[in-house]
């Protein structure tokens, strides 16, 4: 895999009439154009993510794997506001010569996608054959959709949705609730917040699994035991391992953005903005999702007129899209092969 970086050097104005003078995204490929430059595949990562999609997305891009690099030219950019080499908090502030920190402005997936499409015009693609993402890469990957409808031919959504919930935002709020009652949140240094970004983990950890994977993997078989639950010391390693390698402003502006979208602002609403999208869509849900129920696959499925629909079981909840990748490998397959047939799966 190579990586590389593009850096933008003219003013970017964001949705919110703040702006950026200018920013970098790394991005990482696999893999070389073909003649046609008809195999590209563009991955959309998710909040913590990074460009490294051969490693957090195993089994499904590599080596031998669905997406390869023998046939496939595979893109995967960490976003704007991410703490993977993209421009974040804890990048230099042109104006004044110090990190951002509190001072990054917020920005919305909508200002994410256009990052990742001014990326797209650099490198020269003109088609996107392959549009995939999960969780909030799936977010990015609807609007951009809708953004450059014809751009994106086909395009694989898995456990997302067309508007964050008030649940969702709710997690959300939690989470950068626990970081701001860190007291050193308010100073303006690399590792403000961390503890409190330790605390955010685990409550967003309580949204990616569920009650059966609690019950599954962290329960104690020692019925005499007092403390010192499985469950507590799972919860306080989840916080830690986060810790050490992402920041407590990068997760602030990511879970805004997160909390910010909703394809049908602009639009006239969710379902008209479905109705728009032209590319043939795959939607898969996860039966035991608790942060993106399947009732949000279903509803994305109903709207876009070119699609099919599949869920699939999964123990880890939410974090099954990351997991489970032999029932994904499977589905997008199956996918393809019935591509241009509509699935009435959804009810």
């Given amino acids: ?28 490929t696999f893999g070389k154009l073909n003649k046609t430059k008809s195999n590209v595949v563009w991955v959309c990562h998710a909040l913590t993510g990074s460009s490294e999609v051969d490693i957090w997305w195993k089994g499904l891009f590599g080596e031998g794997c669905l997406f390869n690099p023998e046939e496939h030219f595979v893109i995967c950019s960490n976003i704007l506001g991410s703490c993977y080499g993209s421009t974040n908090p804890l990048s230099i502030n042109p104006a004044t010569n110090a990190p951002y920190f509190h001072s990054f402005p917020k920005i919305t997936i909508r200002d994410i996608v256009s990052s990742l499409d001014l990326l797209r015009q650099y490198l020269e693609i003109e088609k996107i054959h392959v549009l995939t993402g999960g969780s909030l890469g799936g977010q990015q990957a609807m609007e951009w959709s ?19 919930s008030p649940w969702g935002i709710a997690f959300n709020e939690a989470q950068r609730m626990a970081i701001a009652a860190d007291p050193t949140w308010k100073e303006e240094r690399e590792d403000a917040g961390v503890e409190g970004l330790k ?12 009650y059966e994977t609690y019950q599954t993997t962290q329960l104690d078989e020692d019925d005499e035991k007092t403390g010192d639950f499985k469950a507590s010391s799972y919860q306080r390693y989840q916080g830690l391992k986060l810790s050490q390698r992402f920041n407590a402003y990068t ?40 942060l993106f129920p399947i009732s949000e696959q279903r509803l994305i499925a109903r709207g876009i007129q070119n699609v099919t629909y599949e869920e699939i079981n999964s123990t880890y909840g939410h974090d099954g899209f990351l997991v489970e990748t032999d029932q994904l490998d499977k589905s997008i397959r199956a996918f393809f092969k019935q591509k241009n047939r509509k699935q009435l799966l959804y009810g």
């Fill in 146 to 164: 809708l953004k450059c409808p014809d751009i994106i031919e086909n395009m694989i959504l898995i456990s997302t949705n067309a508007r964050h």
């Fill in 199 to 210: 605390a955010a983990r685990a409550v967003a950890m309580l949204s990616y699994r569920n």
């Fill in 251 to 290: 997760y602030w502006i990511l879970s805004e953005a997160m909390d910010s979208h909703n394809i049908g602002r602009g639009r006239g609403g969710v379902m008209k903005a479905l109705k728009q999208i032209k590319a043939y869509t795959q939607v898969i849900g996860i039966t035991t999702d608790i």
């Fill in 1 to 28: 895999m190579d990586q590389a970086f593009f850096k933008y050097d003219k003013e970017f104005k964001l949705e919110s009439g703040e702006k950026l003078e200018g920013f970098t995204l790394e991005y990482s």
